[in-house]
């Protein structure tokens, strides 16, 4: 199996990254131990006292002060043709005079050859120091050579002039020679005293006398490199601490830049940078890879419960606990536990892309068995108990799985194909995985936009409510009628609530949906009032929701009371299912509904499977029976049976019973026959806009 290249992630930024990150483990290596790299002792031979820390000093040194020193050696060459020229002029052509440029010369030339060559910077500074030295004992051989053919040199003042000058010139480039500098000094000193004292035929008195004042050259010429170097290296400690901080900040922010700080996993970035050689395989027609998208269910809810700061920590447990998962395949390096780009040989990297999503890549998969075993593994990790601010809990995650070249091609897609594919999962109930399937993630996109476009709708005045007479059917006179929601879409027109309902439902917009319908409900209501006409009850559908709510019978009376209307007006519909899955609240909050006079309607009888018993405890004043009963009444059978003991038992607990969906004259009269006169349906009226209705309103019957 290849690996994932991951040499160079990142390009550019991520290679200076990987130079740091070496330099600096070099150096904390080279330090570990040892005194700090910024202590310089005030000892004669300059040195820090940290190892690394002289490298680096004296490879800095070099690049600076290299072309310098190869310009002192031209010099020196320059110098040394200059002085044979003198003494050729002025004494004539001695063989001496010529070993300037026989001897002295070449070996200028060839320390300046040598200092060119690429390897020579190794070692440099003793080589120099030789050169340097090697020319100066040159040089004193070659005035004593002048010496004995009657030349000026030591013999004269010019002579020993040239030579301390050149003794001074010497150590101006030998004293930023570092440690070789004062021993190579001390060497063409003792050469020349040596030269004083026995070459120069000169008294004891006169040899003692030109020492003198040779030693306080040398001292001069000692003490400026010495002090030259002293200096040199204090500034070069300022510039480290500077280097370094620039370092570590310039490193620190490659970091943030591809690793994610509360779980140390790469982020978003880095997992494109490392995924991208794999994926452009796939796409050459080499191996599929895929991308698992791991988004923890209902995280949410923990994160309000627990703040940031425990839900972080929990987070973090739970990337450790996923690469765990992916053991075996070496993943790129948290930046808490390794260097940033080190080269990682995986077929697999874990990264954290948002509040509570993970994703894993997976580089040259064999089969989808493969993703979906690694996807099983990932969700019994996340299924393991977690700790969270002291207290046990048991998460679970959904996982969307999308291949490549099969679902995209590039990682972007592949990214949001996965993560769409695990929100269809998580919708499905969650704690399971997915492979991406375009129709069914057609359908997930269409109802996010929906649910977007829902959000809109309340702001935009999108919404109305339809009106649905209920009459009695043997004189088609209006005996209370049923507000009904629709949605006018721009584009796609009327929508009716079954599209939408459960949507807002789901995303916790039924309760401002509710509020608009009651409120347009009520204001319907003091309208017909104001204008004088028969004000009949109004049936206003409940979402599951509201019984949960204690607070609503108040809610309600406050409503009613606002609209300056009686409660007894709105009829509250709530379906069979709905209070029997809350039956113990329902009960309470029913009876105080009741209490304050509101009509309650149990819509859709039949289809809750209901039982007798409960019924009997709920303070109802309406039954509605579900249009399911209604539709095959007329024929007989089954349906018809079941209807008519919905009848008697509705009446018989002291219930108006109300038939709902009657489509069919036929229908209505076998209803009516079974003693259910109360009837609702196309029938009669369909749900009309309140133009449409107000009429009907004002005749009192549906047959206008
Ligand atoms: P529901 O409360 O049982 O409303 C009766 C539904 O049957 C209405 O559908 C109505 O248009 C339809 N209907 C009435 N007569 C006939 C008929 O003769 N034949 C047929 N085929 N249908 C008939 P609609 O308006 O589509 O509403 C569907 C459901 O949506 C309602 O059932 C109700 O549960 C819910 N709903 C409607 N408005 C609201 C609302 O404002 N809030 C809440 N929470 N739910 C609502
Ligand atoms: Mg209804
Ligand atoms: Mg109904």
Not at 16 to 42: H, I, T, V, W, Y
Request: net charge negative.
């Amino acid at each position: 199996m290849r690996a994932i290249e991951t040499q160079t992630p990142g390009g550019p930024a991520a290679e200076r990254a990987l130079a740091a990150e070496g330099k600096a483990a070099a150096e904390a290596a080279a330090s570990a131990g040892d005194a700090p790299a910024s202590e310089l002792p005030l000892r004669l031979l300059l040195r820090f006292s940290d190892a690394g820390f002289e490298r680096r000093f004296v490879q800095h040194y070099i690049a600076f002060y290299l072309r310098y020193a190869q310009a002192s050696l031209l010099l020196g060459a320059l110098l040394v043709s200059g002085d044979w020229l003198i003494d050729h002029l002025a004494h004539g052509g001695g063989a001496a005079n010529f070993l300037r440029l026989s001897l002295a010369v070449p070996v200028l030339l060839l320390g300046l050859a040598y200092s060119c060559l690429p390897q020579s910077r190794r070692h440099w500074q003793p080589a120099m120091a030789s050169f340097i030295v090697a020319v100066a004992l040159c040089l004193f051989f070659i005035l004593v050579r002048i010496d004995a053919e009657g030349g000026a040199g030591l013999k004269t003042w010019v002579g020993v002039l040239n030579f301390t000058f050149l003794e001074f010139y010497c150590f101006v480039i030998l004293g930023v020679q570092f440690r070789h500098a004062l021993a190579s000094g001390l060497m063409i000193l003792a050469a020349f005293l040596y030269a004083l004292f026995a070459h120069a035929g000169l008294s004891a008195y006169e040899a003692g006398y030109w020492a003198y004042h040779v030693l306080t050259v040398f001292i001069l010429a000692a003490g400026i490199g010495w002090w030259r170097e002293f200096v040199l290296r204090k500034e070069f400690l300022a510039r480290a601490a500077l280097d370094d901080s620039l370092l570590a900040a310039e490193q620190r922010a490659l970091r943030l830049a591809h690793y994610d700080e509360v779980t140390g996993l790469p982020n978003r970035r880095l997992l494109g940078e490392l995924a991208a050689p794999a994926l452009a395989r796939a796409c050459a027609g080499g191996p599929a890879c895929a991308v698992l998208h791991l988004e923890i269910d209902r995280f949410g809810g923990v994160h309000e419960l627990y703040g940031h700061g425990p839900s972080d920590v929990m987070l973090a447990g739970m990337a450790q606990r996923l690469r765990a998962c992916l053991r075996g395949s070496a993943l790129v390096p948290e930046w808490g536990l390794g260097p940033v780009g080190l080269a990682v040989e995986s077929d697999r990297v874990l990264a954290r892309l948002g509040d509570h999503a993970f994703a894993v890549f997976i580089a040259e998969l064999e089969g989808q068995e493969r993703a979906s075993g690694l996807a099983q593994r990932l969700l019994a990790a996340v299924a393991e108990p977690v700790q969270i601010d002291g207290q046990h809990m048991l998460l679970t995650a959904s996982i969307g799985i999308a291949m490549c070249p099969g679902d995209a091609q590039d990682l972007l897609n592949l990214t949001r194909c996965a993560e769409q594919t695990a929100r269809v999962a998580a919708e499905a109930g969650g704690a399971q995985h997915k492979f991406f399937d375009e129709a069914l993630n057609a359908r997930a996109k269409d109802r996010v936009l929906l649910e977007s476009e829902l959000r809109q709708a309340l702001l935009s005045d999108q919404l109305r409510l339809h009106y649905q007479p209920k009459v009695d059917a043997r004189s088609a006179r209006l005996v209370g009628a049923e507000a009904l929601l629709r949605w006018q879409h721009p584009q796609r027109g009327l929508i009716p609530p079954g599209l939408f309902i459960p949507l807002a439902e789901d995303s916790g917009l039924i309760a401002p949906l509710t509020d608009w319908v009651l409120h347009t409900a009520c204001q319907s209501l003091r309208r017909w009032a104001g204008q004088g006409l028969t004000v009949l009850p109004l049936s206003v559908n409940l979402p599951a929701s509201s019984l949960a709510d204690a607070g609503l019978p108040e809610q309600l009376s406050a409503l009613v009371q606002h609209y300056g209307l009686q409660p007894a007006w709105l009829m509250l519909e709530l379906t069979e299912t709905m209070v029997m899955r809350e039956m113990a609240t329902a009960v309470a909050v029913l009876d105080r509904l009741r209490q304050l006079g509101f009509g309650l309607s149990l819509d859709d009888f039949g289809t809750g499977y209901s039982s007798l018993s409960h019924l009997k405890r709920l303070p109802m004043s309406e039954l509605k029976i579900d249009r399911a009963f209604i539709t095959d009444v007329a024929r007989g059978g089954r349906d018809a049976a079941l209807a008519s003991a919905i009848i008697t038992l509705g009446r018989e607990l002291g219930l108006q019973v109300v038939a709902e969906g009657v489509e069919t004259q036929e229908q209505a009269e076998f209803l009516i026959g079974r003693g259910c006169s109360l009837q609702q349906g196309y029938w009669f009226a369909r749900p009309l806009p309140p133009e449409q209705f107000e009429p009907m309103l004002r005749a009192g019957t549906c047959r206008l």
